[in-house]
């Protein structure tokens, strides 16, 4: 190990063992610091869009150019969020520790190594965006729609700091994807799971949360990397449509249910319509 990154991991375990001998009780230590982390990169990212809202430039990547949302409109928005984040996500993250630690997780040192977080991350984006998913489409059942989820899409044309306005059900819900999924792993694999890569999907995840709300789609967007990768492209079109694109992170379990809602899929669902009814009015004719 070089003398550089020795020194960063060194400096990494002591300011950990700082915190939680300061603190003094893990569970709070755990509980402070994840919440913390949530709360400064949920808001450190939303705040970039709400400046590109603000400069017209930005306007040729925005996908629905026409409902620009205004400051106000955002801060409304974000005072609500907040109040979710202490009454509802505040809760659950309190509860991360002792479940967590329950199912073997490590918080001490040695750190992981770089290739096994990366593993584990991307598994865990897999895993969440599966439950996302099933879960997400189950709330557009008529009932759960109009009792739970209708709230979240009180905004058609979503910007960044939206991802989390949601019903305290939805935001529980959703959110077994995102600490379930390490919390499985953990469980499956006797405590494979460190607090740090915890973390740091975590911080991913918001990440991915924000920037597939954000309503910009730039030629440097990630799904213009990874094709499979969702980004606002993919989501943007659920807030207008109200329908479809139902998955957080990839897109290939709507391309497998065939529950794609931008405007190729549609013309893709009506040309197999057509033929289908082509094929059976020739039956039909044979007969």
């Not at 950990?16 to 982390?37: C, E, H, K, P, S």
């Not at 430039?57 to 409109?73: C, D, H, N, T």
């Not at 600490?179 to 990440?207: C, E, I, K, N, Q």
């Amino acid at each position: 190990m070089g003398v550089t990154r020795l020194g960063s991991v060194l400096i990494k375990i002591n300011i950990l063992q700082a915190w939680y001998l300061w603190i003094g009780n893990d569970v709070l230590a755990t509980g402070i610091l994840t919440f913390i982390l949530h709360e400064f990169f949920y808001f450190a990212r939303s705040i970039p869009f709400m400046i590109c809202d603000q400069i017209p430039w930005f306007r040729k990547y925005k996908i629905q150019a026409g409902k620009m949302p205004s400051l106000q409109e955002q801060w409304d928005c974000a005072k609500i969020v907040l109040l979710s984040h202490f009454t509802v996500e505040l809760p659950q993250i309190w509860l991360f520790h002792p479940l967590a630690t329950y199912f073997g997780m490590q918080y001490g040192v040695p750190f992981p190594p770089v290739w096994k977080m990366t593993a584990q991350i991307l598994l865990f984006f897999v895993m969440e965006d599966t439950w996302h998913y099933w879960a997400h489409r189950l709330f557009h059942y008529g009932p759960l729609y109009r009792a739970v989820h209708k709230m979240h899409h009180k905004y058609s044309a979503p910007f960044g700091i939206a991802a989390e306005y949601a019903s305290p059900i939805e935001v529980m819900a959703l959110g077994l994807g995102t600490v379930g999924s390490p919390l499985l792993w953990a469980l499956l694999t006797g405590g494979d799971l460190h607090l740090f890569t915890m973390h740091a999907w975590m911080v991913l995840r918001v990440f991915q949360a924000v920037d597939s709300h954000s309503g910009y789609d730039f030629p440097w967007s990630l799904n213009k990397v990874l094709p499979f990768w969702a980004g606002a492209a993919h989501h943007d079109v659920h807030h207008e449509k109200f329908v479809g694109n139902y998955a957080s992170s990839f897109c290939w379990w709507d391309y497998l249910m065939d529950t794609e809602a931008h405007a190729e899929a549609r013309q893709r669902r009506r040309e197999k319509e057509l033929a289908k009814n082509r094929l059976a009015s020739d039956k039909k004719k044979a007969l």
